[in-house]
């Protein structure tokens, strides 16, 4: 079973940033795609930021320019780099990976952004 760990969540002010990781329990090159999902109370979960396994990356509109998805293949991880962040970047922040039509979650990670 794959396992995934965030990391790296915590209080910020606006204007501030973060920098998430989620490690893998494998290989990250056995994954189609990894991303980074967001969500709060009494709301669906919602892509933040995506990479396959080629390389390519995409973003949601709110995030784009400001956040950054990368990986470390010596690691397994996936990083997401959090800049400029505003009250409604908060949420619970959790990656995924995915094989085929397997998808594999990781607990979360809490990110508050406040003053």
């Known amino acids: 079973q794959v396992q995934l760990v965030e990391s790296g969540g915590g209080l910020v002010q606006p204007g501030g940033s973060l920098r998430l990781s989620c490690a893998a329990s494998e290989n990250i090159f056995n994954f189609n795609d990894m991303g980074w999902y967001r969500q709060t109370l009494g709301t669906q979960r919602e892509l933040v930021a995506l990479i396959n396994v080629g390389g390519r990356t995409d973003y949601s509109d709110s995030a784009k320019g400001r956040f950054t998805i990368s990986r470390d293949n010596a690691k397994n991880t996936v990083n997401l780099q959090l800049n400029s962040l505003k009250p409604e970047d908060s949420g619970v922040y959790y990656c995924?990976?995915?094989?085929?039509?397997?998808?594999?979650w990781g607990r979360g990670t809490q990110v508050t952004v406040s003053s």
């Open positions: 995924r990976s995915r094989i085929l039509r397997r998808e594999f």
